[in-house]
């Protein structure tokens, strides 16, 4: 692909098009070099069905971004068992036609979490202009990698200001306390950090930063948004460099590690 901003390209063929992605580099960072080349080349893995919690975030995700599109993806399936022949017939008109069967709990839940986002005046203020799904390719200076990233939505800041990009995320506690961690343990920091710098890199555009707008997947929906400290960006910055600095290494010498391959002695972790 060739670098630089590309408007109106599939999501999935944003996925299977080349270049890393900071999924693909958490992968590394989290894990192994063996995780991601392994997953990133099997033609033969078992399918992973989304957990009701992900499935959620994409539904809401389409509910605020593109409202539009929701029932053209999206179809309200009979209120009977999944075991049903009705509901088997169903689901089998709905493959034919691309359309995904969801229970109208599921859509109601959808459209409460996406209208509560929309209250809150500073994300408000972003979605009035903008863009959803916007892919970006770049090439890392010090490597030669190519590189991409997909904003949720990229809201322009006044006359040729630059971008601020908005980022949407459920969680089962937002407030600060509760999202700080998640933060954490999902590496949203780094996400963070490769979508500003990536971004502005492919468009040659100011990017003022990222915001998390964040809803809880539970009745009543509390949200919140959040853009992470100079500090967290800081850190993030250099966990990036130093794991695609580690894919470079593997990908010029195509081996890529995973675990010890010796007999390993262990403790027993500390809060043991």
């Known amino acids: 692909m060739t670098p630089g901003v590309h408007y109106g390209i599939a999501n999935d063929a944003y996925h299977q098009g080349e270049g890393l992605s900071h999924s693909g580099l958490k992968r590394i960072r ?4 063996f995780h991601y080349h392994a997953l990133a080349t099997a033609t033969d893995a078992p399918p992973k069905a989304p957990t009701p919690q992900m499935f959620n975030g994409t539904l809401t ?7 539009e599109h929701f029932d053209l993806r999206y ?8 075991s049903s022949r009705l509901y088997k017939e169903f689901a089998q008109q709905c493959m034919s036609s691309g359309m995904e069967p969801i229970s109208q709990l599921q859509r109601d839940a959808a459209f409460r979490q996406a209208e509560a986002l929309r209250k809150l005046p500073q994300v408000a203020e972003l979605l009035a202009h903008g863009q959803p ?12 990698v190519l590189c991409k990233c997909r904003p949720d939505w990229v809201s322009p800041v ?13 969680a089962s506690d937002a407030s600060p306390e509760g999202f700080s961690k998640s933060v954490a343990n999902f590496g949203y920091h780094t996400q963070a950090d490769w979508y500003c710098t990536g971004f502005e890199l492919a468009s040659g555009m100011q990017v003022h930063g990222m915001v998390f707008a964040v809803v809880e997947s539970e009745f009543p929906h509390a949200c919140a948004a959040y853009m992470l400290s100079d500090a967290a960006l800081l850190r993030a910055r250099e966990d990036n460099r130093e794991a695609l600095n580690l894919y470079a290494r593997c990908a010029q010498a195509a081996q890529w590690p995973g675990y010890p391959s010796e007999i390993q002695v262990i403790e027993l972790p500390r809060w043991a």
């Open 158 to 170: 006044g006359l040729g200001k630059g971008v601020v990009l908005l980022d949407v995320k459920t």
């Open 133 to 144: 799904e916007v892919s970006a390719w770049w090439r890392d200076v010090a490597t030669g």
């Open 30 to 33: 989290m894990q192994t070099p």
């Open 61 to 67: 995700h389409c509910a605020l971004l593109e409202p």
């Open 75 to 82: 179809v309200i399936a009979p209120d009977v068992s999944k």
